[in-house]
């Protein structure tokens, strides 16, 4: 910090110095000059003997440099040192028939150096003009605080980049400007932020909308190719879709192709899905519906095709009873269903009614003469039976062993 303060009091002392520095010839200036005089004969020449300051121990600059850092060249002045201590010292007198005025400066009695300032609008910088007494000087006006800038001896403050956009009217992008301090700058000025908006020329130009591009060069539906906006930006458009399916996009306009039914009607087709050339020599598929929703009727090669009925195909295919697969007239191959066997006695086996034997048969053809049990019929069927006698005289049926039997008293089967 000592350090970037003492470079700012070198960079004082040498335009103050040189902005004091009225005489023809200084070197021959009087030895009592004071201290406009030391300027030029003793600290502007050594300024690298100034004593560099340490961060821990802080060595004070010496008076002649504590007048300049304050702009004094005469008089007593009193201020912040270097090393942050207040202090006074005596900046000397001026040479004849300068005074020393109020601003601790050398000017000739009739004005100050800083009423010549004010007189000439400088505030910052050296500048040149005749003085009350009439006579040529050249005078240091100050320094400009941080964040400015002296121009044609002002303090300019150099404006915001938003600032300059708005001063030349500039919406979007980079441009290079000259500010009102003078400098030239490359300054950015935001972004288009609206749909389809490019900036060109610092300015936000609308391209306009796919909607609005597309009905102006009669674009009904599909994707263009690159066409040049409002702005001259080649872009694609996206132009919508057609209203139906009915319709095609062709060169960006909708051909109406013809409805699926006109399309059927046309080919002579009844039913079913099929691939057609329409008006608008678009191959397409085309659903020509579907038929009766009886059982007997399916669709052939794009026709309705009526079959025979259920009772028809179990005839013909010699089938009593049960479900099916058959394939009709119109060869389509379909589930029939031929009924169910009339007696209770018949049971349905590979769609044939096969009637087994009676109950009584079944006991007798078993051997069973008393009991239940359970018997395979000569229709493969497994049939539980009770055989409930009668047994001889002096027999009961019963079990023995776990099989049925007329017992005798002894409980035996023999």
Same mark, same amino acid.
């Given at each position: 910090?000592?350090?970037?303060?003492?470079?700012?009091?070198?960079?004082?002392?040498?335009?103050?110095?040189?902005?004091?520095?009225?005489?023809?010839?200084?070197?021959?200036?009087?030895?009592?000059?004071?201290?406009?005089?030391?300027?030029? @004969?003793?600290?502007?020449?050594?300024?690298?003997d100034a004593p560099l300051l340490e961060t821990s121990d802080c060595l004070p600059?010496?008076?002649?440099?504590?007048?300049?850092?304050?702009?004094?060249?005469?008089?007593?002045?009193?201020?912040?040192?270097?090393?942050?201590?207040?202090?006074?010292?005596?900046?000397?007198?001026?040479?004849?028939?300068?005074?020393? @005025?109020?601003?601790?400066?050398?000017?000739?009695?009739?004005?100050?150096?800083?009423?010549?300032?004010?007189?000439?609008?400088?505030?910052?910088?050296?500048?040149?003009?005749?003085?009350?007494?009439?006579?040529?000087?050249?005078?240091?006006?100050?320094?400009?605080?941080?964040?400015?800038?002296?121009?044609?001896?002002?303090?300019?403050?150099?404006?915001?980049?938003?600032?300059?956009?708005?001063?030349?009217?500039?919406?979007?992008?980079?441009?290079?400007?000259?500010?009102?301090?003078?400098?030239?700058?490359?300054?950015?000025?935001?972004?288009?932020?609206?749909?389809?908006?490019?900036?060109?020329?610092?300015?936000?130009?609308?391209?306009?909308?796919?909607?609005?591009?597309?009905?102006?060069?009669?674009?009904?539906?599909?994707?263009?190719?690159?066409?040049?906006?409002?702005?001259?930006?080649?872009?694609?458009?996206?132009?919508?879709?057609?209203?139906?399916?009915?319709?095609?996009?062709?060169? @960006?306009?909708?051909?109406?192709?013809?409805?699926?039914?006109?399309?059927?009607?046309?080919?002579?087709?009844?039913?079913?899905?099929?691939?057609?050339?329409?008006?608008?020599?678009?191959?397409?598929?085309?659903?020509?519906?579907?038929?009766?929703?009886?059982?007997?009727?399916?669709?052939?090669?794009?026709?309705?095709?009526?079959?025979?009925?259920?009772?028809?195909?179990?005839?013909?295919?010699?089938?009593?009873?049960?479900?099916?697969?058959?394939?009709?007239?119109?060869?389509?191959?379909?589930?029939?269903?031929?009924?169910?066997?009339?007696?209770?006695?018949?049971?349905?086996?590979?769609?044939?009614?096969?009637?087994?034997?009676?109950?009584?048969?079944?006991?007798?053809?078993?051997?069973?003469?008393?009991?239940?049990?359970?018997?395979?019929?000569?229709?493969?069927?497994?049939?539980?039976?009770?055989?409930?006698?009668?047994?001889?005289?002096?027999?009961?049926?019963?079990?023995?062993?776990?099989?049925?039997?007329?017992?005798?008293?002894?409980?035996?089967?023999?």
């Amino acid at each position: 910090m000592h350090q970037a303060r003492l470079f700012a009091s070198v960079l004082v002392v040498m335009l103050f110095a040189l902005a004091s520095c009225n005489f023809s010839d200084p070197l021959e200036a009087p030895a009592d000059s004071g201290v406009a005089d030391s300027i030029v @004969h003793q600290d502007v020449v050594h300024l690298q003997d100034a004593p560099l300051l340490e961060t821990s121990d802080c060595l004070p600059e010496t008076n002649s440099i504590f007048c300049l850092i304050n702009t004094a060249e005469c008089g007593s002045v009193t201020a912040l040192d270097e090393c942050g201590i207040m202090r006074t010292a005596d900046c000397g007198s001026c040479r004849a028939p300068d005074v020393c @005025h109020d601003d601790n400066r050398c000017a000739c009695a009739e004005e100050s150096v800083t009423a010549f300032c004010e007189k000439l609008e400088a505030g910052c910088d050296s500048i040149a003009g005749t003085d009350a007494c009439g006579a040529e000087k050249n005078y240091f006006c100050g320094l400009c605080p941080e964040a400015t800038t002296c121009v044609s001896n002002a303090c300019c403050e150099a404006p915001t980049d938003s600032e300059l956009c708005l001063e030349f009217s500039l919406a979007c992008g980079q441009a290079e400007v000259t500010d009102r301090c003078g400098a030239q700058r490359t300054i950015v000025c935001s972004t288009c932020s609206l749909p389809n908006n490019t900036c060109i020329d610092n300015q936000c130009c609308d391209g306009g909308s796919d909607e609005d591009l597309c009905a102006e060069l009669g674009f009904l539906c599909g994707e263009s190719a690159p066409v040049a906006d409002r702005c001259g930006i080649e872009r694609s458009l996206s132009c919508g879709q057609c209203p139906s399916s009915d319709f095609t996009c062709q060169n @960006h306009q909708c051909c109406d192709g013809g409805s699926d039914q006109d399309l059927c009607a046309e080919a002579g087709l009844g039913c079913g899905q099929a691939q057609a050339v329409d008006a608008c020599q678009t191959t397409r598929t085309i659903d020509c519906g579907g038929c009766s929703n009886a059982s007997n009727i399916s669709c052939q090669n794009n026709q309705c095709c009526e079959g025979e009925f259920d009772a028809d195909l179990c005839a013909l295919t010699n089938r009593q009873c049960g479900q099916a697969m058959a394939t009709d007239s119109c060869n389509a191959q379909r589930t029939i269903h031929c009924g169910s066997c009339p007696s209770t006695n018949e049971v349905c086996q590979n769609n044939a009614c096969c009637l087994g034997e009676t109950e009584a048969e079944l006991c007798s053809r078993a051997g069973t003469m008393c009991g239940d049990s359970t018997v395979t019929d000569t229709c493969g069927t497994a049939r539980p039976i009770n055989c409930s006698g009668p047994c001889p005289p002096n027999r009961t049926c019963g079990t023995v062993n776990n099989e049925w039997c007329c017992r005798n008293s002894g409980g035996n089967c023999g």
